[in-house]
């Protein structure tokens, strides 16, 4: 009777020790896919602040004025350049 229980009470020592080995690998696996989600959030972060700037500087209106005129020669529009359409007039 005793050495039967001694039988259980080892397999039962033996599962919490496979249960605790088992828990700690899953808590260093999801650390290490923690901390790499962490980094590429930071990369992204990093980029999303970098196309932020690009925006704020390829969208401003001297800008565009500027490479208009350099690339593609182009002038701003006077009165006297306008030609105006009216409906029904050919």
Known sequence: MIGRMN????????????S????????RRLFI???RA?????????????LQLDQSTFGKHARIESNARRDLNM?????????????GVK
């Open 33 to 35: 896919e923690l901390e």
């Open 20 to 27: 605790l080995v088992n828990a700690q690998y899953q808590a």
């Open 75 to 87: 002038l701003t529009v006077t009165p006297d350049r306008t030609q105006y359409l009216t409906p």
């Open 38 to 50: 962490q980094s590429a959030a930071k990369q992204l972060d990093l980029e999303w602040a970098q």
């Open 7 to 18: 039988v259980v009470l080892t397999a039962m020592l033996v599962l919490c020790a496979l």
